[in-house]
């Protein structure tokens, strides 16, 4: 089953507004998670990390006002897209390492898909 | 950041072995190789990943070059289910050890 969850899979807006989305560890602790973005028919692109207890650290060119990451816990990492633009739509996942340093997997949650209208 | 070469797409036969390469000749010493694959509308799911040996699990084998500048992950009977894009990266070193996504490889299984 799945050991990352995200909440909403899919979330529709009106341009302007802010959507909050959440990223879950279900059995493990993350002081880390990683939040990616994809455009269709591309790669994931790294925005920024996530660090429970501290400020994100965001990815060169990532408007770190514009996509807000909030570590609350070692369970939960959310992601908020302020103010949000019909090119701000765009399928955002999160992911976190289980176990530790570089040779630990990474679980990716299902992803949500966000449309500005 | 270290980068990895994939092809953009292969194709396969349905029960035949695929094979994957990945070039990575500006790897460090201390970066794992890490294999990710996406199906469509969903997050990427973890494969395989190796340092040095060859590693074997239930999904897939990765074989790692001797200088360690490329690798091949190996799927031995493919499924239909198997039809995605194969990620081959390099895990950062550092406290982070975030992965950076290159463009990955189409993989199209034909029955």
């Known amino acids: 089953g799945a050991v990352v969850s995200q909440h909403p899979s899919r979330v529709i807006c009106k341009s302007g507004t802010s959507v909050k989305i959440e990223c879950r560890s279900l059995?493990?602790?993350?002081?880390?998670m990683f939040w990616y973005r994809q455009f269709p028919k591309q790669s994931l692109m790294l925005m920024a990390t996530?660090?429970?207890?501290?400020?994100?650290?965001?990815e060169q060119g990532v408007e770190k006002d514009k996509f807000l990451i909030n570590h609350a816990s070692l369970t939960l990492s959310t992601l908020t897209v302020t103010s949000a633009h019909p090119e701000d739509s765009s399928f955002y996942i999160c992911s976190a390492p289980r176990g530790g340093g570089r040779a630990g997997e990474l679980f990716f949650g299902e992803g949500s898909r966000l449309t500005v209208l | 950041d270290a980068k990895t070469t994939q092809p953009n797409s292969m194709e396969s036969n349905e029960e035949e072995p695929v094979h994957l390469p990945c070039n990575h000749s500006?790897?460090?010493?201390?970066?794992?190789i890490h294999w990710y694959r996406q199906l469509p509308s969903q997050g990427p799911e973890y494969v395989i990943h190796g340092l040095t040996s060859n590693v074997n699990n239930r999904m897939a084998s990765l074989a790692i070059a001797e200088d360690r500048k490329s690798s091949t992950l190996i799927l031995h009977r493919a499924t239909l289910r198997d039809a995605a894009v194969y990620y081959c990266?390099?895990?950062?070193?550092?406290?982070?050890?975030?992965?950076?996504f290159g463009q990955g490889t189409t993989l199209q299984v034909k029955p």
């Open positions: 990266i390099l895990r950062e070193s550092g406290n982070t050890g975030k992965l950076i």
């Open positions: 996530s660090n429970e207890g501290s400020k994100a650290t965001y």
């Open positions: 500006t790897i460090s010493g201390t970066d794992y």
């Open positions: 059995d493990f602790q993350a002081t880390t």
